[in-house]
Nanobody, 116 residues
Framework: QVQLVESGGGLVQAGGSLRLSCAASGSIWRIRFMGWYRQAPGKQRELAAV???????DYADSVKGRFTISRDNTKNTVYLQMSSLIPEDTAAYYC??????????WGQGTQVTVSS
């Protein structure tokens, strides 16, 4: 079994920054993909940022240039540095990992609220 534990959400004013962390633990011998999804009230969950095994990253158009995803392989941890936050970034942020032979896991979610 694999556990994903997220931290770092909170309330911030527009223009501010937050850093989310997601630590993976358990029976992991290979992390293929880690990403951050977000879901705003009344909207579908959407992918915000991803990082794959070789370190390549990709971002939703809405966060490009403002969010940076990174990974510490020694800690099986992925980070999402969010800057220049806008009220539209308000959402529950979920960590997702695909590990080993393709098993998918989700974190419990962390709330990010950006006030105008």
């Amino acid at each position: 079994q694999v556990q994903l534990v997220e931290s770092g959400g909170g309330l911030v004013q527009a223009g501010g920054s937050l850093r989310l962390s997601c630590a993976a633990s358990g029976s992991i011998w290979r992390i293929r993909f880690m990403g951050w999804y977000r879901q705003a009230p009344g909207k579908q969950r959407e992918l915000a940022a991803v990082i794959v095994t070789d370190g390549r990253t990709d971002y939703a158009d809405s966060v490009k240039g403002r969010f940076t995803i990174s990974r510490d392989n020694t800690k099986n941890t992925v980070y999402l540095q969010m800057s220049s936050l806008i009220p539209e970034d308000t959402a529950a942020y979920y960590c997702n990992a695909i590990v080993n032979l393709g098993e998918t896991y989700w974190g419990q979610g962390t709330q990010v609220t950006v006030s105008s």
